[in-house]
């Protein structure tokens, strides 16, 4: 009977696996938000011991960030790199496998996840529960993401697990380190969960202090040893990030602008755009008592989270796998029932209809996040219009950097690349470049009508169209956004 409810296993691992690597081929570039984690991974890999060739002291960004993320990336990844650079293969590919990397560590906390909700619920809610977060866009393309977020992820679900398994040593273990190294304002979901299980006394004080103290004292000692390493001063990222973020409130200060968000934005707009349809079967799953339980720290931290006022869906990332639990068992109810009565018949209909809603839902939104890296698109059209044995000194503008460059694209180990940002192309070092990768700004491209000609243009995402009489009924418009500037030859 075991073997029978486990035969869509292997499949369901399959499909988590094979959508987050689908997402990470079609969006294969990086935005300026995963730039440091990124880097950092590439200096570890090509430039080892190198430390002063690093790119973090060049571009340090607004507060440090931990390398234990990147150091964990580059050791499961060396091998590989190892491989490829064997082969002669380019940095690019690197880039893909550090990525995908990440992904499967998300996939694989999910499906630990899913064993245990198999356990306590039946598989049809662990089938519901995989299928469901396949479904749904931002979940699947932010797994391949070097966020910080991304990195704390895959800790907080297994810390979630072994909260509902009552497993406390391992969940104030990986708290503590999730906390402390990744992102601190998880004491807020995790430290929700944690005050639960001593209300009902399912754990003690005396029991949380013999786990939190010492995994508290190591965690601090791992980050603040290695990151005081890498920063070249005495270190504690996250703690710098925790006063920068919520003390000071410059949360917004990241180099490119941001909004301030009501209060309410989490709950109207980013956890319905993350969830699609499978939000409606939230409130069906809360029949089930022990559903409340989990939906409590869910709720209790993106209520809390709420007050801060620069506000991303990236923020509460960690939510929508339990959001997904808990709408997984609402549906459940529907299917388990389907022979009942013709109501519950027309409920699986729906069931089945979420998830291929959201499925359309993905496709659009990852054909429109195709077109929105024309940055990195910039890159590998330099590289495929000129020779290697081209003489090139490129200058990668702000915009270019923001939207798909990175250390991996520099592909030639003969071309020097340049992303300083105190650049004006007003200023006569300008000739010096060869070459210019900046923003397809008219008056910019005018600036530099003396020295520089436009060699190529790439198109990004403007705008998105719906027409019911045209197939497909969706259409992205695309514009110009990046320019490749040639410099102007004497008799040019």
């Known amino acids: 009977m075991a073997e029978k409810r486990n035969v869509w296993g292997l499949p369901l691992l399959f499909l988590l696996i094979a959508v987050s690597l689908l997402h990470l081929f079609i969006c294969p570039f990086t935005k300026v938000e995963e730039s440091f984690n990124l880097q950092a991974v590439h200096d570890i890999l090509y430039h080892r011991l190198n430390f002063d060739k690093y790119d973090?002291?060049?571009?340090?960004?607004?507060?440090?960030?931990?390398?234990?993320?990147?150091?964990?990336?580059?050791?499961?990844?060396?091998?590989?790199?190892?491989?490829?650079?064997?082969?002669?293969?380019?940095?690019?590919?690197?880039?893909?496998?550090?990525?995908?990397?990440?992904?499967?560590?998300?996939?694989?906390?999910?499906?630990?996840?899913?064993?245990?909700v198999r356990r306590q619920f039946g598989s049809t809610v662990a089938g519901l529960f995989c299928l469901m977060c396949a479904s749904q866009f931002h979940l699947m393309f932010y797994s391949t993401r070097t966020l910080?977020?991304?990195?704390?992820?895959?800790?907080?679900?297994?810390?979630?697990?072994?909260?509902?398994?009552?497993?406390?040593?391992?969940?104030?273990?990986?708290?503590?380190?999730?906390?402390?190294?990744?992102?601190?304002?998880?004491?807020?979901?995790?430290?929700?969960?944690?005050?639960?299980?001593?209300?009902?006394?399912?754990?003690?004080?005396?029991?949380?202090?013999?786990?939190?103290?010492?995994?508290?004292?190591?965690?601090?000692?791992?980050?603040?040893?290695?990151?005081?390493?890498?920063?070249?001063?005495?270190?504690?990222?996250?703690?710098?990030?925790?006063?920068?973020?919520?003390?000071?409130?410059?949360?917004?200060?990241?180099?490119?602008?941001?909004?301030?968000?009501?209060?309410?934005?989490?709950?109207?707009?980013?956890?319905?755009?993350?969830?699609?349809?499978?939000?409606?079967?939230?409130?069906?799953?809360?029949?089930?008592?022990?559903?409340?339980?989990?939906?409590?720290?869910?709720?209790?931290?993106?209520?809390?989270?709420?007050?801060?006022?620069?506000?991303?869906?990236?923020?509460?990332?960690?939510?929508?796998?339990?959001?997904?639990?808990?709408?997984?068992?609402?549906?459940?109810?529907?299917?388990?029932?389907?022979?009942?009565?013709?109501?519950?018949?027309?409920?699986?209909?729906?069931?089945?209809?979420?998830?291929?809603?959201?499925?359309?839902?993905?496709?659009i939104c990852l054909y429109v996040s195709h077109h929105n890296y024309p940055g990195g698109r910039g890159m590998q059209e330099l590289h495929r219009l000129l020779p290697d044995t081209a003489d090139v000194f490129v200058h990668i503008d702000t915009y270019a950097a923001e939207t798909g460059v990175s250390r991996f694209l520099e592909q030639n180990t003969n071309w020097r690349y340049d992303k300083r940002e105190d650049l004006s192309l007003t200023n006569p070092q300008v000739k010096l470049y060869s070459h210019l990768l900046m923003e397809a700004n008219v008056t910019k491209i005018k600036l530099l009508q003396d020295t520089h000609q436009p060699l190529a243009f790439i198109e990004g995402y403007s705008s998105i169209a719906f027409n019911l009489f045209h197939l497909p009924p969706v259409t992205v418009r695309l514009e110009r956004k990046t320019v490749l500037m040639e410099r102007r030859t004497a008799t040019g």
């Open 56 to 116: 973090h002291h060049e571009f340090p960004g607004v507060v440090p960030r931990t390398f234990l993320g990147p150091v964990f990336l580059s050791l499961i990844c060396s091998p590989v790199v190892f491989m490829s650079s064997l082969l002669d293969a380019p940095k690019f590919y690197t880039q893909l496998t550090v990525r995908a990397s990440l992904g499967l560590c998300v996939v694989g906390a999910l499906w630990h996840m899913q064993r245990e």
């Open 148 to 363: 910080p977020n991304v990195f704390a992820l895959p800790l907080v679900l297994v810390a979630f697990t072994s909260w509902i398994a009552q497993k406390h040593g391992r969940f104030i273990s990986l708290s503590a380190l999730a906390i402390i190294v990744f992102r601190s304002e998880l004491c807020i979901f995790l430290g929700l969960m944690l005050l639960i299980s001593l209300l009902s006394k399912r754990l003690g004080l005396m029991q949380l202090l013999y786990y939190a103290v010492p995994a508290g004292i190591l965690s601090l000692a791992l980050t603040v040893a290695n990151d005081s390493f890498f920063w070249r001063k005495l270190l504690w990222p996250e703690g710098q990030v925790l006063w920068y973020n919520t003390v000071l409130n410059k949360s917004s200060n990241w180099g490119i602008s941001f909004f301030i968000s009501p209060f309410l934005w989490y709950f109207y707009s980013a956890v319905p755009r993350a969830l699609g349809c499978t939000l409606l079967f939230v409130p069906l799953g809360l029949l089930d008592r022990r559903m409340r339980l989990l939906l409590l720290p869910t709720v209790g931290f993106i209520l809390i989270y709420s007050l801060l006022p620069h506000k991303e869906m990236r923020f509460i990332i960690y939510t929508f796998p339990v959001l997904s639990l808990v709408a997984a068992r609402g549906s459940s109810f529907i299917l388990c029932n389907y022979q009942k009565s013709w109501m519950y018949k027309l409920g699986s209909v729906f069931v089945v209809g979420q998830l291929m809603t959201n499925a359309a839902y993905t496709s």
